[in-house]
């Protein structure tokens, strides 16, 4: 079974940065969409960005558009969210998610089609 960790989460000033891995066992990742997706206190889990199997394309929620960055190290088999610019309104959980891709060049950034998850890593934002 597909197994994700995900860390980097920290306390960071506004307008800083931070890059979170999500660190795949089991599988190859190279096998699944992987997604970011986000929880803050009192709301829905957000959807920000994936990368399908194939590697391209990506794609990002337009609230994280232009700040944020999926990649992914096939040898480490491990999928990185770079975030640039960050506002305390990005302080939330950050998970990362699995689909098994059933296309190689396609992602979308769904909760409900993620078949794993991780437990989450905090990231807060402030000054």
């Known amino acids: 079974q597909l197994q994700l960790v995900e860390s980097g989460g920290g306390l960071v000033q506004p307008g800083g940065s931070l890059r979170l891995s999500c660190a795949a066992s089991?599988?190859?990742?190279?096998?699944?969409?992987i997604g970011w997706f986000r929880q803050a206190p009192g709301k829905e889990r957000e959807g920000l960005s994936c990368?399908?199997?194939?590697?391209?394309?990506?794609n990002y929620t337009d609230s994280v558009k232009g700040r944020f960055t999926i990649s992914r190290d096939s040898a480490k088999n491990t999928v990185y969210l770079q975030m640039n610019s960050l506002k305390p309104e990005d302080t939330a959980v950050y998970y990362c998610?699995?689909?098994?891709?059933?296309?190689?060049?396609?992602?979308?950034?769904?909760?409900?089609?993620?078949?794993?998850w991780g437990k989450g890593t905090l990231v807060a934002v402030a000054s």
């Open positions: 089991g599988f190859p990742v190279d096998w699944y969409v």
């Open positions: 990368i399908s199997s194939s590697g391209e394309p990506t």
């Open positions: 998610a699995a689909e098994l891709a059933t296309e190689q060049n396609m992602c979308l950034i769904e909760v409900d089609l993620m078949d794993y």
